[in-house]
């Protein structure tokens, strides 16, 4: 597991219990002895508005066929979470360099780096 790969993870329900399977975003490798990675939240729900902090992940355009993703999708770097290195069920893929670059900008602006 390194950054810049996309994984199918067990992501945490923001405000409820439980889990729910879907793709993330590794934004570090696992860290500590409970090997926990941080992710980021990536969904097939294109909001209307996107956010500054929002990457629309378009499998089709050839920046982002390496993510293996299956459908136009946004990746939400506001909705972060840290999670055990089990919930990561399996590699679908990573975002190009150039990509990164881009997830790297956004995440300085919005965490005020």
């Given amino acids: 597991m390194a950054p810049g790969e996309i994984h199918l993870a067990n992501f945490p329900f923001g405000g409820s219990p439980g ?3 879907r793709p993330v975003l590794l934004l570090t490798g696992p860290i500590g002895t ?3 990675v941080l992710v980021a939240y990536i969904s ?3 909001p209307v508005l996107p956010l500054p902090s929002d990457l629309t992940l378009d499998p089709s355009q ?3 066929r390496s993510t293996n993703l299956k459908t136009t999708s946004v990746l939400r770097l506001h909705k972060l ?3 055990h290195g ?3 069920m399996r590699r679908l893929g990573a975002l190009s360099p150039s990509a990164r670059v881009v997830v790297d900008e956004k995440l300085k602006l919005l965490l005020k780096l």
């Fill in 19 to 21: 889990m729910k399977l």
């Fill in 81 to 83: 979470a840290t999670i």
């Fill in 62 to 64: 050839a920046e982002y």
């Fill in 86 to 88: 089990r919930s990561m």
């Fill in 44 to 46: 097939s729900v294109i």
């Fill in 34 to 36: 409970v090997p926990e």
